[in-house]
């Protein structure tokens, strides 16, 4: 066991994930991407919104009869085309006024289509782009109005969506609101007609019978509501005080695979322009997706509150990072999946989870405490201790302490050292006794025949002593390094230590039988691996696992290194699985290989970690945004135990938490 965090040990822990992980990069060779929580994140781009388009057709259609044609600097005239591409299943290009592209040509051969359809009059798509793709023997249907009203209405008869009893209307100035029905639009072939504010300029045809509104009263007035209930139609809003509310009320919540991000803002500063949103509606139908607008720049918290709710595996995002950024991306899909338990309003030193009960026991040094959290009931106990604990051990029901008289100090010789264990009955929660040592005590693990074990934490070279917790008298001693971690093997037959203070760091596992030192022996590696201060064996005592990722078999020979340091483990061996906690990332391991499959992001920075009835739970330091003050919190995570559908970079992940 160690500290939860001490000055000098949070700098040396710092010091050495950073050291970590430039070595793992050197070695690796892992890039700098940007990770994320969601399984798979694929960013669909071009050089420009036409090429941007070209690449979206590319991924979701490998042919198509149909393509629709859009001018790609004014989205006015393909509003209303998202039932036309879910109808009609086709993608939907770019082109400028008076110039098709290559590119498009080479697209619309690629995908064997027979029919293009004009989007708009030939003020939009001129007659000589419409003359070039006749020439190449492709069917041309332009429709178009007077005005983006009637090229909507023309649109929605095209696809037949106009035969629907269902229809949506937006504002036809209001771009935002129709990239919001969009994904709707194409997946369930829902016609959508434009408005004003307060006058529908087309009459919705007579079988419309449900009308959804997207877009407040602002955008959309109450007298087109007034104008379609006096027809007998019944009227939905789904509006909100934004644009990114609009179209986070307008989500599909029973779309859980597939996410759509697009850039929100208008790529103009004097006129609304969305070039890859207005592609990507095509690509919601294909993907069955919703589509979700981001800001370039600055994640908005409803968008990044809804994924992370939706926790989407599967996430796509239209456009380079000039139209959202990659640290947006990185921020919006890190999903914290973990559940704030209970924040602790004093500093904690040690902690550990009783095998039996709902119950974590915590030691402080704000008040020289040991504290009971029941995280089923939410009691908090607490039993005030006559002098500093350091650290603890639950072992048949008791909970021992360590109870120091001063600070730790290499001169500090034998002869004049002294210490305290504390012993509290688990189930009364009440102080059983307090037994005087002759050592200062650093570390403390016990047997269930009652015998406690200490190793001293000054002196330089000093003792590991055992001590019967019934008569509090010294059983056996053995020499050790100051300042050494224990850590007690499942079979109770022998004690890992492992020094802190000398360098290369050593392990050596003592033989134990009935309170006794039997022997002991050292590791075969002197400076071979590099080792941390703490170690963790595994329930069935097959392998020992030092901070730094060294993995050793009981017997202290080498067996594996993992892919990244940690904070704490835990063990789930029923699922063959296994958990460690780094920052703020619980990693899901495959316990026979080591592998990671899986990972889960928390709030705080991951110091404990526990697994009981199914759950994980996280003892981490969290950050008040508001106020930056830190403070100890538990935490919880129910893990799915689901292989992630992409390979898994733990290195890129935790460099994409630094980053943000």
């Known amino acids: 066991m160690k500290p939860i965090v001490s000055y000098e040990q949070s700098i040396f822990k710092t010091v050495r994930l950073v050291f970590s992980l430039m070595m793992l990069v050197s070695m690796f060779g892992i890039s700098g991407n940007k990770a994320s929580a969601a399984s798979f994140i694929e960013r669909i781009s071009g050089d420009n919104r036409i090429e941007t388009a070209i690449e ?136 959508i007609y434009l408005s004003t504010k307060s006058t529908l300029p087309v009459n919705l045809p ?49 779309k859980k695979e597939n996410v759509i991000i697009v850039r929100g803002t208008s790529v103009k500063s004097d006129s609304e322009d969305y070039p890859d949103a207005v592609a990507g509606a095509g690509l919601s139908h294909k993907l069955g997706a919703n589509i979700i607008l981001s800001h370039d720049s600055i994640p908005i918290s409803v968008v990044a509150k809804h994924l992370e709710e939706q926790h989407y595996p599967n996430v796509y995002v239209l456009g380079g990072p000039g139209a959202v950024s990659d640290e947006v991306i990185a921020e919006l899909t890190f999903y914290q999946v973990s559940k704030v338990e209970k924040t602790f309003d004093f500093n904690v030193v040690d902690t550990a989870m009783d095998p039996t009960k709902p119950v974590i026991y915590l030691l402080s040094d704000d008040d020289n405490s040991v504290k009971m959290y029941n995280y089923n009931t939410k009691e908090l106990k607490s039993i005030k201790l006559n002098t500093r604990p350091e650290q603890l051990y639950v072992e048949n029901n008791k909970i021992y302490i360590t109870l120091v008289h001063q600070l730790h100090d290499s001169y500090w010789w034998d002869e004049e050292q002294t210490g305290e264990i504390g012993i509290v009955n688990a189930d009364t929660f009440k102080l059983e006794k307090t037994i005087m040592i002759g050592l200062d005590p650093f570390d403390i693990v016990a047997d269930k025949n009652g015998y406690i074990y200490v190793s001293g934490g000054s002196g330089q070279w000093t003792y590991i002593k055992s001590y019967s917790s019934q008569t509090g008298a010294e059983v056996s001693s053995a020499g050790i390094r100051q300042q050494s971690y224990l850590e007690m093997h499942p079979t109770q037959t022998k004690v890992y230590a492992i020094d802190t203070d000398s360098s290369p760091r050593d392990i050596r596992q003592y033989f134990i039988s009935n309170g006794k030192f039997t022997g002991s022996q050292d590791s075969p590696y002197h400076g071979d691996y590099d080792l941390g201060e703490y170690m963790k064996i595994s329930p069935d005592g097959r392998y020992l696992f030092n901070d730094y990722g060294n993995v050793f078999t009981g017997n202290l020979s080498y067996a594996a290194t993992l892919e990244v340091p940690f904070n704490d483990l835990a063990f789930d061996l029923d699922e063959n699985r296994f958990f460690s906690g780094i920052e703020d990332v619980i990693f899901e391991h495959d316990y026979s290989t080591f592998e990671i499959y899986n990972y889960y992001v928390i709030k705080g920075e991951a110091f404990k970690t526990y697994y009981k009835d199914n759950k994980l739970y996280i003892l981490s330091l969290m950050t008040a945004s508001s106020t930056g003050l830190q403070k100890f919190t538990l935490e919880s995570v129910t893990p799915d135990g689901v292989f992630a559908e992409e390979e898994v970079s733990p290195l890129e992940i935790l460099e994409s938490l630094e980053d943000n």
Do not use: C, H
């Open 56 to 191: 979206i057709s590319m991924y979701g259609w490998e042919q198509a009869e149909n393509v629709i044609l859009a001018r790609a600097d004014n989205p006015a005239d393909a509003l209303s085309s998202a039932s036309l591409s879910g109808a009609m299943d086709a993608p939907i290009l770019l082109t400028y006024p008076n110039n098709l592209s290559n590119s498009v040509l080479d697209e619309i051969e690629r995908l064997g289509a027979s029919t293009v359809y004009l989007l708009g009059g030939t003020g939009a798509i001129s007659t000589e782009i419409e003359k070039k793709l006749t020439d190449k023997g492709l069917t041309v249907v332009r429709l178009g109005g007077n005005n983006r009203f009637e090229t909507a209405a023309k649109i929605n008869k095209e696809a037949k969506t106009s035969l629907n009893t269902k229809a949506i209307v937006v504002n036809g100035f209001a771009i935002a609101d129709a990239l919001s029905a969009s994904s709707d639009s194409a997946n369930n072939q829902i016609p």
């Open 206 to 254: 007579e079988n419309v019978k449900e009308v959804t509104i997207y877009g407040g009263e602002g955008v959309v007035g109450e007298e087109i509501v007034t104008l379609l209930e006096q027809k007998g139609v019944t009227v939905t809003r789904i509006g909100g005080s934004t644009r990114y509310e609009t179209n986070i009320k307008a989500a599909d919540l029973a």
